[in-house]
């Protein structure tokens, strides 16, 4: 099973996270470290990823060290006289000091521990508005999709076809049918309906209750694509189909005496052979051709295929200077919350199931491409700021917003929580998210073994 991962995507993937997970640490901790120094807090660590036993580097000055952990699940600021993952017992059972976090008054102290989570935020929004004001957003009209949808088994369940074109989800018009936005709006706005534009004909098509939960599992990544054929662009370094009569712009309509006219229907055929040959059909200039072709260990024959824009698709860009860019990219933000919090939502309500939703940082890993794209990093860069933003605000112990919530308590009734009950609150918040990280792990693990 090793040999069979391409390790140079693994390693693609896993730089492009750590680099992503690294800026968001960084700087969440930033968001902790700048306003306990403001107010004049000792900061003993500034961590980025956790150092149980050693670090791979560390360096003192003034009070705080600095250093690199070698456990990359988090980071963290340890900050005198403040209850948290540290468990540091022994420094609260001495009398408090005009510099430790317990001594200042609530007000601030709600200000630190919020620190992290604000700059999240302002970071996702920075981030979505550079992304819009440098590459605009770019989207496939339906009516461009000039060969339709491609449909998997779910999707033909509920009445789809391929070459259909979906115009509407519920009431609302269809403004990108690319990459997945069709099962995205049907989970996020749990669609009942759908406008269904087939052949000359447009229908409404239902949608069954149970779509959602079905849409929410990852086995359902396919429920829709862009049907496009397959047309020979370029050969692949020590390729052998030229060899075998292969020529640029021929046009794969057949595999194995199976009609497979376009990509998809070509990829499904050939799906699990490797290590074999193939009777392929082109067509060229109106010819139909028989050739057979090599499949290495992959399953690859050593060519590419023609991508949508030279398909000739047309992709539209909705282009925004920077000061249109601004509030585009606060709502964008909003909207990646909105996202978020609906699917958390339908974690509880039984319309997703944990054991799909669920992922440690091999699922978040894996969502990066497998070739190193700008735009793709810093757009779920940001998406995953404003998602641990929300994370460490909720009202856990041994989160942000655990903290923040006992402050606020303390604030209005003016009475503190003893260190003691702080101490066990900890305990517990830090057993729970360590048991759920220990579940999204394990998670993970059995998917890749099944």
């Not at 390790?7 to 800026?23: D, Y």
């Not at 709006?185 to 406008?195: F, G, H, K």
């Not at 009734?413 to 990280?437: C, H, I, N, W």
Request: net charge positive.
């Amino acid at each position: 099973m090793l040999l069979a991962i391409d390790w140079s995507t693994v390693g693609i993937k896993a730089a492009q996270f750590i680099l992503s997970f690294s800026i968001l640490i960084l700087l969440h901790e930033l968001g902790h470290f700048l306003p306990a120094k403001w107010f004049k807090c000792r900061v003993e660590k500034f961590y980025l990823f956790f150092n149980p036993w050693f670090s791979l580097f560390k360096k003192k000055k003034g009070d705080t060290e600095y250093g690199i952990g070698w456990i990359p699940l988090g980071g963290y600021v340890k900050i005198s006289g403040m209850i948290d993952e540290s468990m540091d017992k022994e420094q609260m059972k001495e009398p408090a000091q005009p510099y430790e976090f317990r001594s200042k008054p609530a007000w601030q102290r709600l200000i630190i521990m919020l620190g992290g989570v604000t700059v999240n935020v302002i970071l996702a929004i920075i981030i979505f508005v550079f992304i819009l004001w440098i590459w605009g957003k770019e989207y496939l009209p339906p009516a461009e999709a000039k060969y339709g949808i491609t449909t998997d088994s779910l999707s033909q369940s509920i009445g789809l076809r391929d070459g259909d074109i979906i115009l509407k989800v519920d009431t609302t018009s269809v403004e990108d049918i690319f990459q997945g936005q069709i099962r995205r709006s049907i989970v996020l706005n749990e669609a009942r309906s759908m406008t269904v534009k087939r052949g000359d004909s447009v229908f409404n098509l239902p949608l069954p209750a149970e779509l959602v939960k079905q849409l929410n599992t990852r086995k359902a990544t396919a429920f829709t694509g862009i049907r496009f054929p397959s047309i020979v662009d370029s050969f692949a370094k020590d390729s052998k189909v030229a060899a075998a009569g292969v020529q640029i712009g021929d046009q794969f309509i057949g595999v194995n005496g199976k009609w497979t006219p376009y990509n998809h229907e070509f990829r499904k055929a050939i799906a699990g052979l490797k290590d074999t040959t193939i009777q392929v059909a082109l067509l060229r200039n109106s010819d139909t051709i028989q050739v057979t072709l090599p499949l290495n260990k992959k399953g690859q024959m050593g060519l590419y295929f023609q991508s949508l824009t030279k398909l000739g698709f047309q992709f539209h860009t909705k282009e925004f200077s920077f000061f249109e860019a601004v509030p585009a990219g606060f709502k964008e933000c909003w909207s990646t919350l909105g996202a978020y919090v609906t699917g958390l939502k339908q974690l509880f309500t039984g319309k997703a199931k944990a054991s799909e939703s669920l992922g440690s940082v091999l699922s978040i890993g894996g969502i990066f491409p497998g070739v190193w794209d700008w735009q793709s990093f810093w757009q779920l860069t940001a998406i995953f700021s404003i998602i641990l933003a929300f994370m460490n605000v909720l009202p856990i112990p041994a989160l942000d917003g655990g903290h923040a919530l006992f402050t606020l308590i303390e604030m209005i009734t003016g009475r503190k929580p003893s260190d003691k009950f702080m101490e066990y609150a900890q305990m517990v918040g830090m057993v729970l998210l360590l048991g759920l990280m220990a579940y999204a792990m394990g998670l993970d693990i059995w998917r890749i073994f099944k």
